[in-house]
């Protein structure tokens, strides 16, 4: 039983395209919320948390529904080519808006205000409210990129749920952990040409710079990733042959059809047993706990790097994102050796720590001192992410792949929705500085105690055929 690495990082193309979006997203948003029309964190995490509140309802619908829908395209492929269109046209539109808000910033002179004796934090302070009653003076920029700005993520959500899903589709039980690690490791070649185009654009240098530009080139990165996916996946005849592989190999999700079954008289899955659902709601749990602490560092990294470090954000991602596809290949392997349970918890361990010290980096701290910080916490994001979702789906029954691949991402924005607002509100009251690494260490290390307790998720041992193949270790 091998994984076909191929067929994979082809289907990753519609994760890799997901990716390349919201680093784009994550990077230039706050930025845009904060120094072009001057909200203040809270309300700048309340818009950021739109997504979120999206994806709770949309994606558990949008993916039950691909599970029912069928064309000779396939299930999952006609969501993510519909959906890709139209966010990569209102993507490229939500920064003609912002261009014009910009103008009127420019024109009243914002960016040349004196700094004078103020601190930069005060300075930066003053600034933004300064640009903030310019945007209340005149509400309709900013109801306009808001308006934009919901098209953008609903397009997003129409397809999330089925590009994710398609991976279990296409991927017998035992190696989803090793086929998510591709996944996740083509998705971050996506988000890291997306980081190299910041880094060439420079927009963590110029916070009154016309976003336009780098947009196209991040949707052009999306238009290619999803070329290459409509040109090469074969969802029908992958889907098809997993099965096949599946019932072959005596697995529970591809089972033979009972007579009843083969005249349309189909039983629903049979539901989970109770410590199967308890580990189902301690995994969720475990994940919206990492998410919360992970967000909230992701959502605003980049006006913290910008406002209060001076950092390139762009970089120091870099040097996480070439941790995370340098690890995920390797903890994918040794999850199937291991166990995800105890994979997930060295991750967490990882990711926790990182924060931790995170807590004493300070703008006079040298740049290279970011790396470690960062390559650490790539490992453990990359160690968790690889595992979590797997756990979900391996408790799926019979069709309910993208059901379940909903509930993963039901919890994940859910912890989305509270992340940037409850962080931002702690930002205005108690500052950047003192509250933003903080706030994540205490979250991540609060998803240890919740994932301690799964009993579930793990992928079952399939007995070797043969004493030829019980020398093959790698699988």
């Known amino acids: 039983m091998k994984l076909n690495y191929k067929r994979t990082i082809l289907v990753g193309m519609a994760f890799f395209l997901i990716s390349a979006f919201w680093q784009a997203y994550d990077a230039i948003i706050p930025l845009i919320l904060t120094n072009h029309f001057g909200l203040p964190q809270t309300a700048s995490g309340a818009v950021m948390s739109i997504d979120n509140i999206l994806a709770v309802f949309l994606l558990p619908i949008f993916g039950a529904l691909s599970d029912k829908v069928q064309t000779r395209y396939g299930k999952r492929t006609p969501f993510i080519f519909f959906g890709t269109i139209a966010a990569i046209v209102a993507f490229v539109a939500l920064t003609l808006i912002d261009n014009y808000q910009l103008a009127r910033v420019i024109a009243e002179g914002i960016p040349a205000i004196e700094q004078g004796a103020m601190t930069d934090e005060a300075f930066t302070e ?17 109801i306009g990129f808001i308006a934009t700005l919901l098209v953008v993520l609903l397009s997003m959500a129409t397809f999330r749920s089925p590009a994710v899903a398609l991976m279990p589709d296409v991927t017998v039980k035992p190696l989803r952990s090793k086929a998510n690690a591709i996944i996740n490791l083509t998705g971050t070649a996506g988000g890291i040409l997306v980081l190299v185009l910041g880094m060439i654009f420079a927009t963590a240098k110029n916070h009154y710079m016309q976003y336009t530009g780098y947009v196209i080139a991040v949707t052009a990165i999306m238009a ?22 599946s019932e072959k190999l005596a697995l529970a999700e591809a089972t033979p059809l009972s007579e009843e079954e083969a005249k349309g008289k189909t039983e629903p899955p049979k539901a989970l047993t109770r410590p199967e659902l308890i580990s189902l709601l301690l995994i969720l749990a475990s994940v919206a706990l990492w ?99 797997p756990m979900v789906v391996e408790l799926a029954k019979g069709g309910d792949v993208g059901k379940y691949t909903g509930y993963y991402y039901t919890a994940s924005m859910a912890a989305q929705i509270v992340a940037p607002i409850l962080s931002g ?40 055929a043969s004493a030829l193949e019980a020398l093959d270790v790698e699988d």
């Open 224 to 245: 290619t990733g999803l070329i290459v996916f409509l040109l090469t996946v074969k969802e029908p005849l992958w889907v098809k042959e997993m099965e096949e592989e």
């Open 291 to 389: 998410y919360i602490g992970y967000n909230s560092i992701t959502s605003k990294y980049s006006v913290y790097a910008s406002n209060i470090l001076h950092f390139d954000f762009n970089f120091t991602l870099i040097i996480a994102q070439a941790a995370a596809i340098v690890s995920y290949i390797p903890v994918g392997i040794i999850a199937s050796k291991i166990g995800r349970r105890k994979t997930i918890l060295a991750g967490i361990i990882l990711l926790a720590s990182a924060f931790f010290i995170g807590n004493f980096i300070t703008a006079e701290t040298p740049e290279f001192v970011m790396m470690p910080v960062f390559i650490l916490a790539g490992m453990g994001w990359a160690t968790i992410n690889v595992n979590s979702f």
């Open 126 to 142: 003053f600034v933004r409210t300064t640009t903030m009653e310019l945007t209340l003076s005149n509400p309709w920029p900013l």
């Open 425 to 464: 509100f702690l930002y205005d009251a108690f500052g950047m500085r003192l509250v933003f690494f903080a706030f994540g260490t205490l979250f991540v290390a609060l998803s240890f105690v919740t994932m301690f307790f799964v009993k579930h998720g793990d992928a079952k041992p399939i007995a070797k």
